[in-house]
């Protein structure tokens, strides 16, 4: 079983709206794990956009700030990512990380680094058009 897979990619024009889901299988301890959504467009490097510390922290790349928000239905195992006001830059197939940190615990500076995440999704592709 993998352990996290998205959905809910798509194509919507800019200034649309796209939700991302992760639904994760960590069950009864999902709360020992931080999560974060990566993505990656083509000839460039994964780059982190969000992340929620197992103590609920949250940290966006700058690009993304007040524009997305990741968040977790703790009673569904599910992580969100709502993305708002988007733009073709945001063209990229999203992916869900996480990785067992601990009970109330983040990674902090190194929340977007991908070595912090053991488990991935396969990925889900948003495209962007002008």
């Known amino acids: 079983q993998v352990p996290v897979v998205e959905s809910g990619g798509g194509s919507v024009q800019a200034g649309g709206s796209l939700t991302l889901s992760c639904a994760e299988s960590f069950s009864e301890y999902s709360h020992y794990y931080c999560m974060a959504w990566f993505r990656q467009a083509p000839g460039k490097q994964r780059e982190g956009v969000a992340a929620?510390?197992?103590?609920?922290?949250?940290r966006y790349t700058d690009s993304v700030k007040d524009r997305f928000t990741i968040s977790k239905d703790k009673a569904e195992n599910t992580l969100y990512l709502q993305m708002n006001n988007l733009t073709p830059e945001d063209s990229a197939m999203y992916y869900c990380a996480a990785n067992e940190c601990g009970v109330r615990r983040n990674y902090g500076r190194l929340w977007d680094s991908p070595m912090e995440y053991n488990y991935w999704g396969q990925g889900t592709q948003v495209t962007v058009s002008s």
């Open positions: 929620i510390g197992s103590d609920d922290d949250t």
